[in-house]
């Protein structure tokens, strides 16, 4: 600020407004990530692709050479930018819908093959974007627009435990943790944890990060926050399941 209180020209220049709804958790995966964007010095490092759905929302938030690609495919493009620019840090933003559904084969190659680049998933358990469809991760019983009496498992099958999933084929070296947006201080030391991983060297870098859709949800303020701890916390439980000095699960 200056002394008249306003602020420098140049922070108007580099900030946004979010285009997220009230009490989204898309906007506090990225604070995290934004934080960590300036304390690790990556600016000028790193490639953010992000996804269709709510996540694309953040393609022109970041000062930072930024990619969209459909439903999944995001994991592909940043695999195949890393290959090309490995310097570069590649960071692969998607939802529960594009990572599990329609891109889950992407996921399963790039750990197969410990592909030196982050995926973030961020598990709001509906297809947001398009209205709060029934997703692989929405939970048994929950109400959606396609699931009006509540995810039946006997036809839908069991919610998708995307980071299980990915810990059981991850190679030596991989990172992959399960955080929420209800504890930011653990979240930004998994975040900060699996950007690391990937500077090191070491090879696919997974984070799920358990988030809020009230509007899709349509619950209010203690109903969003009841269920992001009780209801998701109970069948994804957060911690981190493979990666050095890995922290206790449910801790
Ligand atoms: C191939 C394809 N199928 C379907 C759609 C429609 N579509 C756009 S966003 C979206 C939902 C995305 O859900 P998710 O990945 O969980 O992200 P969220 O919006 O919840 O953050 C869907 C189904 C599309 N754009 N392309
Ligand atoms: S629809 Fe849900 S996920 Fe999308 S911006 Fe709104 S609250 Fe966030
Ligand atoms: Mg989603």
Known sequence: MDKGGTMPLSWHRESKPHKFCPGCGHGLVLKVLGE?????????????????????????FFNVDSV????????????????GKPDMVALAYMGDGAAYAIGSQHLVNAAYRNENIFILVVNNTVYAMTGGQMSPTTLAGQKTETSP????????????????????IAAEGAYVARGSVARMIQLKKFMKKALENQLAGRGLSFLEALSTCPTNWRTNARETWRFLEEDMAAYYPLGELSGPGKEVRGS
């Open 68 to 83: 969209q690609t459909h439903h999944g495919r995001t994991t592909p493009v940043m695999v195949g930018l890393k290959r």
């Open 36 to 60: 960590l964007i300036d304390e690790m010095d990556l600016r000028e490092r790193l490639l953010f692709g992000c996804d269709i759905g709510c996540s694309l929302l953040a393609w022109n």
């Open 149 to 168: 009496y509540g995810r039946d498992t006997e036809l839908a099958g069991q919610p998708t435990r995307g980071a299980e999933m990915m810990a059981a």
